[in-house]
């Protein structure tokens, strides 16, 4: 009668034990595509611990939080990494994209970037880029060149009326801040031509003492 039970107990260990493995096979296999990575997971939670290199990422629904382990942190997220595990974290309320907690790459609608943060409007000495939604530095100038010699088609001697042109420079302040989109201004204006050019005067000299001779000719002619 002993052993009659005592064979009851062990068969009915056996049951138990078969079901438990059974059913831990199968929350092993829905889990395999959600543990990628993982080396702690559970099935209501999730990764709570991954492997080396990785980040965990606690997505969160309600109440209920959930972990994934991923090589780059999703959109709106960046990655630290720490001793024990590695994690992302949110971005700022008003950041799209961010390197950091304090160095936003992007802004979110109606907010603009400067300097890595986001602001409704763009501080002052700067300027709004409604395209790219950044603030850029205003541009500063040096003071105007000289006006550069008056000529024409490329040549500073005649007698015709020309264009003399002066520059001024972006400072030396902007292009070190890598303000871009500042460009150097000029303005032009007419000027007269006064100087010969080398030959002129003689060509000049021949045709004046050519025309005197033909009217003396034709004063010659008509005294006649």
Same mark, same amino acid.
């Given at each position: 009668m002993p052993w009659i039970l005592l064979t009851l107990l062990l068969f009915g260990d056996a049951v138990e034990m078969f079901a438990l493995n059974h059913s831990k096979k199968q929350v092993g296999v829905g889990l395999k595509e959600n543990c990628t990575g993982c080396l702690i997971c559970s099935e209501e939670n999730g990764c709570s611990t991954c492997q080396p290199r990785l980040f965990l990422h606690i997505r969160r629904d309600g109440i209920r939080q959930y972990g994934k382990c991923v090589h780059d942190c999703p959109h709106g997220y960046f990655g630290v990494r720490g001793h024990e595990i590695n994690r992302c974290k949110k971005c700022g309320s008003t950041c799209e994209s961010c390197f950091s907690q304090d160095f936003c790459i992007r802004c979110k609608k109606r907010f603009f970037l400067h300097k890595g943060k986001c602001a409704p409007t763009c501080p002052a000495g700067t300027i709004a880029h409604q395209n790219t939604w950044e603030c850029q530095e205003e541009c500063e100038f040096g003071p105007w060149s000289i006006w550069s010699p008056c000529s024409q088609d490329g040549k500073t001697c005649g007698s015709a009326w020309g264009l003399e042109t002066r520059v001024r420079e972006v400072s030396r302040g902007s292009r070190e801040e890598g303000t871009t989109a500042c460009q150097a201004l000029s303005?032009? #204006?007419?000027?007269?031509? @006064? $100087? +010969?050019?080398?030959?002129? /005067?003689?060509?000049?000299?021949? #045709?004046?003492?050519?025309? @005197? $001779? +033909?009217?003396?000719?034709? /004063?010659?002619?008509?005294?006649?």
């Open positions: 303005e032009s #204006r007419n000027c007269p031509i @006064r $100087r +010969h050019c080398p030959g002129e /005067k003689k060509l000049t000299r021949k #045709r004046g003492r050519k025309e @005197r $001779r +033909h009217r003396k000719e034709r /004063k010659i002619e008509h005294s006649q």
